[in-house]
């Protein structure tokens, strides 16, 4: 019975644990073949850059999304956001997009996400 009760808060505390405050934002994903051809074909103008985002509460919800979101603006062409360090790095195309972009991508992500510093690097090894 104990065992039952532990696995029982665990799981609850699992699906509630990851908030952002924004229960109204839902997110439809469109997996058909006209999503792939709004994206550019090749970078004009490859860059890369480096954000610190806080207000990230946890890898599943908070980072995944964000990365989700970044991966599926018009211009990037890859970006990995890492929980532990609270940090996104990005390639993007300098033609299509700016830095200011994609901080406000983050931000329109979720009222919780704050882009606390980000800056334009010459590659993305940290």
Same mark, same amino acid.
């Given at each position: 019975?104990?065992?039952?009760?532990?696995? +029982?808060? +665990?799981?609850?505390?699992? +699906?509630?644990?990851?908030?952002?405050?924004?229960?109204?934002?839902?997110?439809?994903?469109?997996?058909?073949?006209?999503?792939?051809?709004?994206?550019?074909?090749?970078?004009?103008?490859?860059? +890369?850059?480096?954000?610190?985002?806080?207000?990230?509460?946890?890898?599943?919800?908070?980072?995944?999304?964000?990365?989700?979101?970044?991966?599926?603006?018009?211009?990037?062409?890859?970006?990995?956001?890492?929980?532990?360090?609270?940090?996104?790095?990005?390639?993007?195309?300098?033609?299509?997009?700016?830095?200011?972009?994609?901080?406000?991508?983050?931000?329109?992500?979720?009222?919780?996400?704050?882009?606390?510093?980000?800056?334009?690097?010459?590659?993305?090894?940290?």
């Amino acid at each position: 019975m104990k065992k039952a009760l532990l696995v +029982f808060l +665990f799981i609850g505390f699992v +699906f509630t644990s990851c908030k952002n405050g924004n229960t109204d934002n839902i997110v439809t994903v469109s997996t058909n073949d006209k999503t792939q051809s709004t994206l550019p074909k090749a970078i004009e103008e490859k860059a +890369f850059a480096k954000l610190s985002i806080d207000g990230m509460t946890c890898a599943i919800g908070c980072a995944a999304t964000i990365e989700k979101k970044l991966n599926q603006t018009t211009g990037v062409a890859s970006a990995t956001v890492d929980f532990e360090s609270k940090t996104a790095w990005v390639i993007y195309d300098a033609k299509v997009m700016g830095l200011e972009k994609i901080s406000e991508v983050v931000k329109a992500t979720g009222p919780s996400y704050k882009v606390t510093s980000i800056e334009q690097v010459q590659s993305l090894n940290p």
